[in-house]
T-cell receptor
Framework: AQTVTQSQPEMSVQEAETVTLSCTYD???????LFWYKQPPSRQMILVIR??????QNATENRFSVNFQKAAKSFSLKISDSQLGDAAMYFC?????????????FGGGTRLMVKP | ETGVTQTPRHLVMGMTNKKSLKCEQH?????MYWYKQSAKKPLELMFV???????ENNSVPSRFSPECPNSSHLFLHLHTLQPEDSALYLC???????????????FGPGTRLTVL
């Protein structure tokens, strides 16, 4: 079974600075998807970024980028030019490509606080 | 984000009540999911429906009963719940190809359930 670990329960960053959230996972599969979701106080889970394991290039979405290290099974999220609206819980998630149940396995989350 | 809607947003019920949670997706997806989010625990997948067929029941107690009448609607029927069932219940949807996985899951805003 796959597991996803987020070792930082809380992180804080100054507005306009850069912060990196860590995520590691355990799997025996070679092809899979990885996601970062954001959950603000409104509780709506919002997709931030997605990475296919077979792609070597790190995914980027505006101020959000990932550092995908397949051999190390590491998938960190970098937020550049942090904004107050980035304050939220961030969840890393894993999904197998060959998964008839289409299950997402989530990490425990990291609470990001942004200081003005 | 109005792609996936959930009603009610908040629900308080007694242990002997029967209630239902509703989820509707407006994205043309063919797979829908129920997740449970409890305090200090990772999101837990409860049920998966692909093409209106239930493909996953993640060892959920029988007091939770899902129903998927069509690809746009998903219900979670609740009866004789316990206080430990109090949680945020999230619905999600995705577009899946038969036999393959997986496209990104899009989440609704959740129903905050309190069982007294």
């Amino acid at each position: 079974a796959q597991t996803v670990t987020q070792s930082q329960p809380e992180m804080s960053v100054q507005e306009a600075e850069t912060v990196t959230l860590s995520c590691t996972y355990d799997t025996s599969e070679s092809d899979y998807y990885l996601f970062w979701y954001k959950q603000p106080p409104s509780r709506q889970m919002i997709l931030v970024i997605r990475q296919e394991a077979y792609k070597q290039q790190n995914a980027t979405e505006n101020r959000f980028s990932v550092n995908f290290q397949k051999a190390a099974k590491s998938f960190s999220l970098k937020i550049s030019d942090s904004q107050l609206g980035d304050a939220a819980m961030y969840f890393c998630a894993y999904s197998s490509i060959n998964n008839a149940g289409n299950m997402l396995t989530f990490g425990g989350g990291t609470r990001l606080m942004v200081k003005p | 984000e109005t792609g996936v809607t959930q009603t009610p947003r908040h629900l308080v019920m007694g242990m002997t009540n029967k209630k239902s949670l509703k989820c509707e997706q407006h994205l043309g997806h063919n797979a829908m999911y129920w997740y449970k989010q409890s305090a200090k625990k990772p999101l837990e997948l409860m049920f998966v429906y692909n093409f209106k067929e239930q493909t996953e029941n993640n060892s959920v107690p029988s007091r939770f009963s899902p129903e998927c009448p069509n690809s746009s609607h998903l219900f979670l029927h609740l009866h004789t719940l316990q206080p430990e069932d109090s949680a945020l219940y999230l619905c999600a949807s995705s577009q899946e190809l038969a036999g393959e996985s997986t496209d990104t899951q899009y989440f609704g805003p959740g129903t905050r359930l309190t069982v007294l």
